[in-house]
């Protein structure tokens, strides 16, 4: 998309929020809604790989990843990076963590916190954290990632979705910005793009890092972000290993993508039908790049597991195994019984598998094997760490046991990327309001 600069007026229309038709709490599709509609209507199977030519294979692989970002508006050269480093400081001793900005679609700018070990001996994995809806880089487990990856031996991208954080127009977390329904056609597709380009950017800034070793690349994400890191593993080869936690039922029309009211899910999910079996073909893309891990409890009652049993997920498993001819890194998943809706990579589980595909520089799969564990919601509060009341369960985030011991809580005056001049300086640059200043100009210009 091109940049075009912002008329006052328009500049006032987005700020009055006259945009938002509804938010998600006015939204027409509510969570029971979604619980209702189940895994959707059933899905009709594509030819097996079997039935195909080597050459039709490898076309259809080819096809699929261009047909995808197509519909999301993703570049086919991604922008220029354009990383800086604001400033440093060491939230724990060992670690190092880097004020840093790079730039992603449309012009924008994201402002991140790259955690990494201060002494490291060869090369390194990456590690990149995308946030569940509401969550940034301020959120408990982006920072707590950031530092016990880091102590791990990993460089880790932490970020601000468009809307959260720095790029919230009062910096505010939780502030659900881009939850407004805008009346254009193809809002949420562009706005997914625009979280898609994110995430690569951030694997793009860690391949340009010499530290790191750019096979050993992966993808931390939860569920808003496990829905984005699905659909990047699936465009983006140079990733290595994904894990998707509270997520991945990636299901049939009218299922719970499909009728989920959020512009960053539904509108998307819904433009992916030309694929036909959208979870098959999205899971065979991810096996065609490497392997992932889809973590979830099965009492998540925010990701409708009720409705996603381990069969389910054995069912799109062997239809993606058929798309691709083999079972090669096909997602295996882990299933907790009586667990709801958290961010499962920092448990034991998680951080052990992340070993096996990335190998950590400083811990060993011996040492994780045996390592002390951190109680998340005793130390949330003897740290003062912001965790929502409902979040704080310890069927949910609260009741994790998150590997390692030792981790502050970071104050969210230290998360900061920008000084308040540069903010403001940045701002149009930065915001969910002045992207979506520039996307409607597009839109309505029918710019593609």
Avoid at 204 to 227: N, Q
Wanted: with cysteine; aromatic share 8%.
């Amino acid at each position: 998309m091109e940049w075009r600069p912002q008329s006052e007026a328009l500049q006032q229309l987005v700020g009055a929020g006259l945009l938002a038709l509804a938010t998600l709490a006015g939204a027409a599709q509510t969570s029971a809604d979604r619980a209702k509609a189940g895994v959707g209507a059933p899905v009709q199977e594509l030819t097996p790989a079997k039935d195909l030519s080597p050459k039709e294979r490898t076309a259809r692989e080819e096809h699929w990843p261009q047909e995808i970002r197509q519909q999301l508006f993703v570049p086919d050269f991604l922008p220029r990076l354009d990383a800086k480093t604001w400033s440093s400081f060491s939230p724990v001793e060992g670690v190092v963590a880097d004020r840093v900005t790079y730039q992603t679609a449309d012009g924008m700018v994201v402002p991140a916190i790259v955690y990494r070990p201060e002494k490291q001996h060869g090369k390194i994995p990456g590690i990149v954290v995308i946030n569940g809806h509401g969550g940034d880089k301020f959120s408990w487990y982006a920072f707590y990632s950031g530092m016990m990856f880091a102590r791990a031996g990993a460089m880790v991208v932490t970020y601000d979705p468009i809307g959260e954080g720095e790029r919230n127009i009062d910096k505010k977390s939780r502030a659900g910005s881009h939850d407004k329904i805008v009346d254009t056609p193809r809002w949420g597709q562009r706005l997914a793009g625009l979280m898609q380009v994110d995430a690569m950017q951030a694997v793009s800034y860690l391949a340009s890092r010499p530290e790191v070793d750019p096979k050993r690349i992966g993808i931390v994400g939860y569920s808003m972000g496990s829905f984005i890191a699905g659909i990047t593993g699936a465009i983006d080869t140079r990733i290595h290993a994904i894990i998707l936690s509270g997520g991945g039922v990636y299901d049939g029309p009218g299922g719970y993508f499909d009728m989920n009211p959020l512009p960053c899910q539904s509108p998307p999910y819904k433009s992916l039908s030309v694929l036909g079996d959208r979870g098959a073909v999205l899971y065979a893309l991810n096996a065609a790049r490497g392997p992932m891990l889809v973590m979830n409890g099965d009492n998540d009652t925010v990701m409708d597991m009720a409705h996603h049993p381990p069969a389910w997920f054995e069912s799109v498993r062997q239809r993606a195994v058929a798309l691709r001819g083999t079972d090669k890194n096909m997602f295996t998943t882990i299933l907790y019984p009586g667990i709801s809706h958290r961010t499962s990579w920092v448990d034991r589980d998680g951080v052990e598998w992340l070993e096996q595909q990335l190998h950590f520089a400083n811990w060993s799969a011996a040492e994780i094997a045996r390592m002390p564990t951190t109680h998340i919601s005793g130390w949330a509060k003897a740290n003062n760490v912001d965790i929502t009341p409902s979040y704080m369960r310890e069927d949910r985030e609260g009741g994790l046991d998150a590997l390692g011991t030792g981790f502050p809580g970071i104050k969210r005056s230290d998360l900061m990327v920008l000084p308040d001049a540069e903010w403001n300086a940045m701002k149009n640059r930065l915001t969910y309001e002045a992207w979506a200043a520039k996307t409607l100009t597009a839109e309505q210009s029918g710019t593609k």
